[in-house]
């Protein structure tokens, strides 16, 4: 079971218990339609599984007398993504087979797609494309960060939708898939070709006066053991102060974000988070530190393990934020596999939000974001711009730029 904030929950087990109370087997969903067996269960049991009688009812008259021969896994997937919708959480979903399978190809690093990433608004259910990869069908088409995604094929897209959306945009390699955009008023369509695409998580150079520059793009794969690689060579190279850009980085998994972390704080705890019964789970660093000044730069699509590891820090007194108020995701969900607790042998899954998390300061940021210390908007004819790493004519890098400095003793 993986922590995720695109992180804690446990699998309730149906746990058959000792001599309380006798069902006699007659409107209990089939395990208990026998007439001639009785199953021992306790009433809390029994009171729980007749809550799901009506719709063992509907399953089988479906089964019966529907026009057509039903697709019985089908329509249990169709229930499970039901009831998760019913919370009317853009977070929270089921993971089919095909679904499932994509995640850990994501995490991986390489797919066979289109090249794009995505956020889902809590505010307004709008997709929008924060980041276009390299050398991929959507660069080459024309797409741009910036676009909100509203089509892909038959589907309308909003937060909803979007990972069915995504779904289709995988598939066979050369197959060509259609999407549409909204951009400035005015809707575009693209045809292209999927494609194998490969995910870089992490950038890094040099700029002047002794400062690093890491973009780290995502929490996913093994991105703190590229992090910490891109900051050992950058200090190797005489980095004195750090900055470290997570505009457009949407999350992933928190692990990742403690880890990152760790490497600039001794022991102590960076967030926590609180779930509906109050339990407090801290997200701890451990003792050993680089002693680097750090900024952080962010922005409106800076979201969930972005925010924890920026806020956490800046939170500490530990690191500086340039750059606009961040996305404010405050949540955190888990990944269950539904197949026992082992995600590689199980077929599907689902994320479900579990907690909110805090900083030390018992501050939240869910649905209000974090606010910079120093606010840098993007001008608007800058907002699609395409920059070279470490390019100083991105003027809320090079905000961040100055104040590194400022920070080297």
């Not at 409107?27 to 009785?38: A, K, V």
């Not at 950038?203 to 400062?211: F, G, P, R």
């Not at 900024?295 to 806020?311: K, Q, R, T, W, Y």
Request: hydrophobic residues 40%; charged residues 25%; glycine residues 8%.
């Amino acid at each position: 079971m993986k922590k995720r904030v695109w992180t804690i929950l446990l699998i309730s087990v149906l746990m058959v218990c000792l001599v309380t109370f006798t069902a006699q087997a007659s409107g209990l969903m089939d395990f208990f339609r026998s007439q001639e067996e009785n199953v021992t269960i306790s009433r809390e049991e029994y009171e729980r599984l007749k809550k799901y009688e009506k719709l063992d009812r509907v399953m089988q008259y479906v089964k019966l007398w529907y026009y057509q021969e039903p697709d019985e896994d089908k329509m249990l997937e169709g229930a499970m993504q039901g009831m998760l919708l019913s919370l009317e959480d853009p977070y929270s979903f089921y993971y089919n087979p095909e679904d499932w399978t994509s995640l850990w190809e994501d995490d991986q690093g390489e797919y066979a797609g289109i090249g794009l990433n995505l956020l889902g608004s809590y505010l307004d259910y709008s997709v929008t494309i924060i980041r276009v990869f390299d050398d991929t069908p959507a660069q080459k088409a024309g797409v741009r960060k910036g676009d909100l995604l509203v089509r892909v094929e038959d589907i309308e897209v909003d937060a909803y939708s979007m990972q069915e959306a995504v779904d289709v945009m995988r598939g066979d390699v050369g197959e060509e898939v259609e999407i549409e955009v909204l951009r400035g008023g005015e809707y575009i369509t693209f045809t292209m070709p999927r494609a194998i695409i490969h995910v870089n998580r992490v950038e890094s150079c040099m700029l002047d006066n002794h400062v690093g520059y890491i973009a780290l793009y995502e929490f996913a794969g093994d991105c703190q053991t590229e992090f910490g690689n891109a900051l050992t060579k950058l200090q190797q190279q005489g980095a004195k102060a750090l900055v470290v850009d997570l505009r457009d980085n949407p999350g992933g998994w928190v692990d990742g974000a403690v880890e990152i972390a760790d490497l600039f704080m001794d022991k102590g705890m960076l967030a926590y988070s609180l779930d509906r019964y109050g339990a407090k789970d801290p997200m701890n660093t451990k003792d050993g530190k680089t002693e680097i000044p750090v900024v952080f730069l962010v922005n409106e699509n800076s979201a969930s393990a972005s925010e924890i590891l920026a806020g956490g820090m800046h939170d500490l007194g530990m690191a500086k934020l340039v750059g606009v108020k961040t996305f404010g995701k405050g949540v955190i969900q888990n990944v269950i596999p539904l197949d026992g607790m082992n995600i590689e042998a199980s077929e599907d899954g689902f994320q479900m939000t579990i907690a909110q998390y805090y900083f030390p300061s018992g501050t939240a940021i869910h649905k209000v974001g974090i606010e910079p210390d120093v606010v840098v908007e993007m001008p608007e004819e800058l907002q699609n711009e395409y920059f070279e790493l470490g390019d100083m004519a991105d003027p809320q890098l090079k905000a961040a730029w100055e104040e590194a400095v400022k920070m080297i003793k």
